[in-house]
C-alpha cells in the first residue's frame, strides 16, 4: 500500500554535489510528511531534513545551510540537494513517510535506502 523509491545516491569527492530523490506510492492513505533520514556504520540514525503536509521543512543541524529538501506531499516526491558534501555525511540515506488512515492512525514506512560516500 505504501512504496517508497529512492534514487540518486554515488560516490562523490569532499566539496562535492548530490542530489537525491523519493517518490512515495500511497494507496488507502494520505501522506504526512516525507523525509531523510541517514545511518552511518556504528551511529544511530538521525534525521536529515523534513518536509511536511504545507510545506513545512525542518533539517538537522549538521547540514542546515548545506541541504535543501525540496518537493512536495502533495506530489508523493521529495528531493535533498545535498551542498558542500563533507565524508562524515558518508552514510546510507533513507527516506521516510508519515502517513495517516482512514481511521486516523499513523504509520511511518521506509525505502531501502541508498549510500553516499564522500572521500576526502
Known amino acids: 500500500q505504501v512504496q517508497l523509491v529512492e534514487s540518486g545516491g554515488g560516490l562523490v569527492q569532499s566539496g562535492g554535489s548530490l542530489r537525491l530523490s523519493c517518490a512515495a506510492s500511497?494507496?488507502?492513505?494520505?501522506?504526512?510528511?516525507m523525509s531523510w533520514y541517514r545511518q552511518a556504520p556504528g551511529k544511530k540514525r538521525e534525521l536529515v531534513a523534513q518536509?511536511?503536509?504545507?510545506?513545512?521543512?525542518k533539517y538537522g543541524d549538521s547540514v542546515k545551510g548545506r541541504f535543501t529538501i525540496s518537493g512536495d506531499i502533495v506530489n508523493n516526491t521529495v528531493y535533498l540537494q545535498m551542498n558542500s558534501l563533507k565524508p562524515e555525511d558518508t552514510a546510507v540515506y533513507l527516506c521516510?513517510?508519515?502517513?495517516?488512515?482512514?481511521?486516523?492512525?499513523?504509520?511511518?514506512?521506509w525505502g531501502q535506502g541508498t549510500q553516499v560516500t564522500v572521500t576526502s
Open positions: 518536509v511536511i503536509s504545507g510545506g513545512g521543512t
Open positions: 521516510y513517510c508519515g502517513v495517516v488512515g482512514s481511521s486516523g492512525n499513523e504509520y511511518g514506512y
Open positions: 500511497v494507496r488507502s492513505f494520505s501522506l504526512k510528511d
